[in-house]
């Protein structure tokens, strides 16, 4: 635990200090699950304001940060800081707690794979002393709590950065100043916020801009706008192999002493080989879908940029296992396998899990929710997968949601779209038969895991 001063936390945040100091370990912004002697900041959210809980709070806390007059409320308080904004407060908090660590920090984003990513780095490194995003704490909120979560020796933090609108990532990469920052791919993943790819990609690269300066950008070579990227910091690209710029490499050492190569190439169904300098390594991947063979190199780049000996990477890599409702696989009886993918989705990851049912040699059926933050472009992406799932030779396609019904019609024959849970349980009592693999796949707001445990519990005849 690190101990903080509640004067120096008051002065840095530019709040105004009642009370007695004292030396403080923990923060919160829930009044359920607060600690004795937490600070506790009194944000304002969508459903709760903080300021309800401050005499609840008060009995716990050894310090309020509120924007309220604490005079307003009957109650007694050892301490409180006064501010303008307490979610200002929160993260300038992460920021002052942030700069006393002496512990390396990786900061990761992307469209797909940053959560996979974020707990592989984690599995390779739990050798360690770490702390890391739990669940998706990845927003404005969540990545201050994580940074107000460390300990002082801890040897890595590995932070998560998610966003669904322009301006989102900079805050927080500059408030992170990581020293390995990390795009796992651009794809059209809440595009209704960004109305464009480039858009994405300029959110995604912000990440870049707030490196240290002895700091490594790991990069996706594949991925399309990546030539937009402006920071001088050491680079890592990683990627399918990269003849071209291995080349390149060979005939102009000067010139990309800055930059370094990770290539993979698919030797097996979950095998790779990986190349980096002089390294040769054969890694057998215990994850489905081709897809997770770049974000086996995505963290094997940031792994290497820390100089993790590679035989400890592979190892790690090696009894990585999937994050749940990540292409998780649930074999049931009389051969039915699901396909549990039901975190999330977004159109290239709803072909990555596409593709991957296609190559099972079973019958095969979709569950598709909707793909949401699409915007104008909703019809037209939900379209793309009904007809993309068809020239994969899926068998049924089912869907429920507003604009998964035009997947389910551009699938056409054995498309079904149900306007109801019941009708489609209905429907899966009487269609689920032996020999089949079933994907399920939605946006986390569809929580279409009720029809996985629908599935798993034997709700079927």
């Given amino acids: ?9 008051a002065e840095y945040i530019g709040g105004d200090f009642h009370g007695n100091d004292a030396s403080v370990t923990g923060f919160s912004i829930d009044s359920r699950t607060i600690n004795t002697d937490d600070v506790f900041f009194c944000i304002k959210g969508k459903n709760f304001d903080g300021h309800d809980f401050i005499k609840h709070c008060a009995k716990k806390a050894s310090c309020i940060i509120t924007s309220n007059k604490i005079e307003d409320y009957d109650v007694e308080i050892k301490s409180y800081i006064y501010v303008s904004d307490t979610l200002s407060a929160l993260q300038k908090a992460s920021e002052f707690v942030r700069k006393k660590s002496k512990a390396k920090f990786i900061a990761i984003t992307g469209s797909n794979g940053k959560t996979t990513v974020k707990e592989m780095i984690a599995h390779i490194l739990s050798d360690y002393k770490i702390t890391y995003t739990k669940a998706n704490s990845n927003n404005h909120i969540g990545v201050p709590l994580t940074l107000l979560s460390i300990n002082q020796d801890d040897d890595y933090i590995i932070l998560e950065i ?19 920052a990390v795009v796992t791919n651009v794809g059209y993943a809440h595009i209704e916020g960004f109305r464009n790819l480039k858009n994405i990609a300029k959110e995604k690269y912000s990440i870049y801009q707030y490196i240290k300066k002895n700091g490594i950008a790991i990069i996706n070579n594949e991925d399309k706008y990546k030539s937009i990227i402006k920071t001088e910091c050491k680079k890592i ?22 930059y370094k190569f990770l ?38 780049s940031i792994a290497l940029s820390l100089k993790i000996d590679i035989r400890i990477i592979r190892a790690k890599i090696e009894s990585f296992n999937a994050v749940p409702s990540r292409l998780k696989l649930h074999q049931l009886d009389s051969n039915v396998c699901i396909i549990d993918d039901c975190y999330n989705a977004n159109p290239s990851s709803f072909k990555a ?63 079904y779209h149900f306007e109801n849970s019941e009708s489609l349980k209905s429907f899966l009592n009487n269609e689920i038969d032996s020999n089949l693999y079933i994907l399920i796949k939605g946006s986390r707001s569809t929580q279409l895991e009720e029809y996985v445990d629908f599935i798993i519990n034997g709700r079927y005849v």
């Avoid at 690209?237 to 800055?258: M, R, S």
């Fill in 1 to 9: 635990m690190v101990n903080y001063s509640l004067k120096e936390i």
């Fill in 162 to 180: 998610g966003s669904n609108h322009p301006g989102e990532i900079a805050p927080l990469a500059k408030i992170i100043n990581p020293d390995i």
């Fill in 237 to 258: 690209y990683f990627g399918h192999k990269l003849k071209i710029y291995l080349k390149i490499l060979q005939i102009f050492k000067n010139t990309f002493k800055n």
């Fill in 263 to 300: 290539s993979i190439l698919k030797i097996g169904k979950k095998k790779i080989e990986l190349n980096y300098g002089n390294i040769k390594e054969n890694i057998n991947i215990n994850l489905n879908g081709e897809h997770n063979h770049l974000n086996v190199a995505c963290a094997a």
């Fill in 353 to 415: 899990a596409l593709s991957y049912l296609s190559e099972q040699d079973q019958k095969k059926l979709v569950l598709m929710g909707d793909m949401v933050e699409l915007g104008k472009d909703s019809e037209f992406f939900h379209k793309e997968i009904g007809s993309y799932a068809r020239s994969l030779g899926i068998n049924k396609f089912l869907s429920i949601g507003k604009f998964s019904k035009y997947s389910s019609d551009a699938f056409g024959n054995d498309g």
